[in-house]
């Protein structure tokens, strides 16, 4: 019996032992698909800057174009500072057919900021070719060149702004615009991209449904404190200032309440807005 209890616990002792092993080695070999990817990762870094990632949050709109559907009213609803602000990125170079080269520069503004793959498409083509007159369409753009020693080419479509910080120009250049479209933001150097970088939106903040007010003739208008870019007024403000819009009678379609200009349906003070709806 004291053999073979012994033989017992050696045999324990030696399963132990294997799945001990076995369970070492899992942990310590890496995968090639591991691997590669530690390799691709270490590659990237070294070769640009990432840009920060847009916000995938969808900001809610009340008033304007499809306005969404009134929230639940918040009469003390806090104000909003204004949301951080985009920057200008380098996407990279472009050789325009005169030889030269220059770096594509996405700017930022209240419209947002084009994406590298569609500045360096428009760019490409812009300078690729040979180009007459002041502007050309290109793509969808509007480019040519502006009279300014930094960005001597300019693109621009739907608010958004694409420069060329450099030489690279058509080989026949257009005459030069009469006045300067966009210039880099001062003391603000664009810090540079992968060339996939992403679309991003204009800086703006929520609407805010405020509640509702009572107008001179008895019909319930609701209150909206706009997001803009440069922030969102307090409900408490908005819904005074609205009170007093829409039981004054003005003999003009204007009207200045507490500092804020009136008219329609909207008041503005500042870069801020307050919105008048209906329903």
């Known amino acids: 019996m004291r053999l073979s209890t012994q033989a017992t616990f050696a045999a324990?002792?030696?399963?132990a032992a294997v799945t001990t092993g076995c369970s070492n080695s899992t942990d310590n070999t890496e995968s090639p698909s591991t691997t590669a990817r530690s390799a691709a990762t270490t590659?990237?870094?070294?070769t640009a800057v990432a840009s920060p990632a847009p916000s995938a949050t969808t900001v809610v709109k009340l008033i304007g174009p499809s306005p969404a559907p009134l929230p639940a009213p918040s009469p003390t609803h806090p104000a909003a500072p204004a949301p951080a602000p985009l920057t200008d990125v380098d996407c990279g170079p472009v050789t325009g057919s005169n030889g030269a080269t220059a770096d594509v520069i996405a700017f930022a503004s209240d419209a947002g900021r084009a994406g590298c793959t569609d500045a360096l498409t428009v760019a490409t083509d812009y300078v690729g070719g040979t180009r007459t007159g002041d502007a050309a369409t290109v793509d969808g753009w509007t480019c040519q060149p502006q009279p300014d020693t930094t960005i001597p080419h300019v693109c621009f479509s739907d608010g958004l702004h694409i420069g060329l910080r450099g030489a690279a120009a058509p080989a026949t250049p257009p005459a030069s615009a009469p006045s300067v479209i966009r210039t880099p933001t001062p003391n603000s150097t664009p810090h540079p991209v992968e060339a996939t970088e992403p679309p991003a939106p204009g800086p703006t903040v929520d609407d805010v449904n405020c509640g509702s007010v009572t107008d001179a003739g008895g019909a319930?208008?609701?209150?909206?404190?706009v997001g803009t870019a440069a922030g969102r007024v307090g409900c408490t403000d908005a819904l005074t200032v609205a009170t007093d819009y829409a039981n004054t009678i003005a003999p003009s379609g204007t009207v200045t309440v507490d500092g804020w200009n009136c008219q329609a349906a909207t008041c503005h003070k500042d870069g801020l807005t307050i919105g008048l709806r209906d329903n």
């Open 220 to 225: 319930t208008v609701h209150v909206i404190a």
């Open 12 to 15: 324990i002792a030696t399963i």
């Open 43 to 46: 590659t990237h870094s070294s």
